[in-house]
């Protein structure tokens, strides 16, 4: 069976910067796999041409064996949330999703169990312009469960969470994985990541520089931040 | 495809922009029945191309904001990054776009209806009330009408595919606006024998305006709808080959 996700030699160039450079790896059903590295590290575009949002320079990026665009009702397979801003904000909650669920083909009542879920059941008639930050993350989160998907792709999903929706975010991720769903979540906050993930992807300069289970990576007590710091330290330093 | 076309026509409901826009085409209407209608002299009103003017009013309104309307439902998405929810769903981006491009028929249709019942109908209750005769045929009138409806949906439907252009919402409205009130009017005035193949001249003379040197309702159309599949293709070449 094809890996849930694979990366082989991706690669992204725009001009003479090259933001990814042939970074490989694959991730196995059921897991919580963390995607770290500094800002600019090229997280964001390799997520989006995973996602078929950017065409990668050289390499593929596949999901179930396939490119992206090339799965069949995709929402059913990937759900992703990549910026919490990615709502018009004059619409209100359940509209966004409802508008979602038409192209995925869900029933209406999966929209009202998905608002119930990530508890905004009672702000779902509201425009999002008057939505937290916390409200817009868990109103994506909705939107990329809509459709029960097998693999939930995360960028940055922690930000703007109040510590009560942080907890509720790591319990449902692991819930998630626990069902043999698979989760690739990136983010900062390694104190986060590690309660949170089995494994770790990290990445540097758009190279990879770690592909491992954090019990591995972190065997000798140090922390995950000793170790991602020193994994992305400057070569001078 | 059917389900995107759903979904497209349910994000054209589901924010206020749609009916500001119609509003405003309303509002544009209401102004062009004054002008033409009430302010003109009793010997002007009962000439053909005055009572053209006037009876097809809606057209001019309806036309300029169901393209807007269409550009909104592209550049929104880009403003917004719903583009990026939408192609997560849609990854096919072809159907995205004709998607939006089959409910640019409806949403032009809408636009068009309103704003020609508005003012057919204030243009024969003005005729009437000042007392001078209809001088167009109930022929003359239907093909007012489906002239206006005709010019407004090809309006929607450019208005996509210059949004999927000209991604940003700003940039895309100044360049319709640029475009309407300088390159097409100027164009017109000085060139006439080039400036009627413009959109903006050919959707005038598709709706059934009279004003010398346009082309005949037929040219009009066959030359918008020129324009309508040049900009499509040109936006299907950009849709395909652009990142997100």
Known sequence: ???????????????????????????????????LGPNGAGKTT????????????????????????????????????????????????????????????VPRSRVDEMLALVDLAG????????????????????????AGPELLVLDEPANGLDPEGMRWLRDFLRAFAAEGRTVFVSSHLLAEVAQTVERVVIVDHGRLVADAPLRELVADSSSLEDVFLELTAEPSR | MSGQLRSELLKLRTTRT??????????????????????????????????????????????????????????SEFRYGTIRPTLLFEPRRRVVLAAKLVAAVP?????????????????????????????????????????????????????????ALIRNQVGAVLAVVAYSFLVDAVLFAAVPSVGRFLPGKAGDALAGRHVAHLLTPGQGAAVLGAWTIAFVAAAVVRTDRSDI
């Open chain 2, 107 to 163: 949403l032009g249709g809408v636009f068009a209806v309103v704003c020609m019942a508005l003012s057919l109908g204030a243009g024969l209750a003005i005729v009437s009330a000042r007392g001078v005769g209809l001088a167009l045929s109930d022929g003359d009138l239907l093909a007012l009408a489906f002239g206006a409806v005709a010019s407004t949906v090809l309006g929607a439907m450019l208005g996509v595919a210059v949004g």
């Open chain 1, 1 to 35: 069976m094809a890996p849930v996700l694979s990366a082989v030699g991706l690669t992204k160039r725009y001009g003479d910067v090259t933001a990814v450079s042939g970074l490989s790896f694959e991730l196995e059903a059921g897991s919580v796999t963390g995607f």
């Open chain 1, 46 to 105: 390799t997520l989006r041409m995973l996602l078929g949002l950017a065409e990668p320079t050289d390499g593929s990026a596949l999901l179930f064996g396939r490119r992206f665009a090339e799965l069949e009702r995709p929402a059913t397979r990937v759900g992703a949330v990549l910026d919490s801003a990615d709502l018009h904000p004059g619409r209100t909650g359940r509209d966004h999703l409802r508008v979602l669920a038409r192209v995925a083909r």
């Open chain 1, 123 to 146: 702000a779902a008639d509201r425009r999002v312009k008057g939505y937290s930050l916390g409200m817009r993350q868990r109103l994506g989160l909705a939107a990329a469960l809509l």
């Open chain 2, 18 to 75: 749609t009916a500001l826009l119609l509003l405003a085409a309303v509002a544009i209407t209401l102004l062009g029945i004054g002008v033409e209608g009430l302010s003109a002299t009793l010997a002007e009103l009962a000439k053909e191309e005055r009572q053209r003017l006037l009876l097809g009013a809606g057209s001019s309104g309806a036309g300029l904001f169901a393209t807007f309307a269409g550009l909104v439902a592209v550049t």
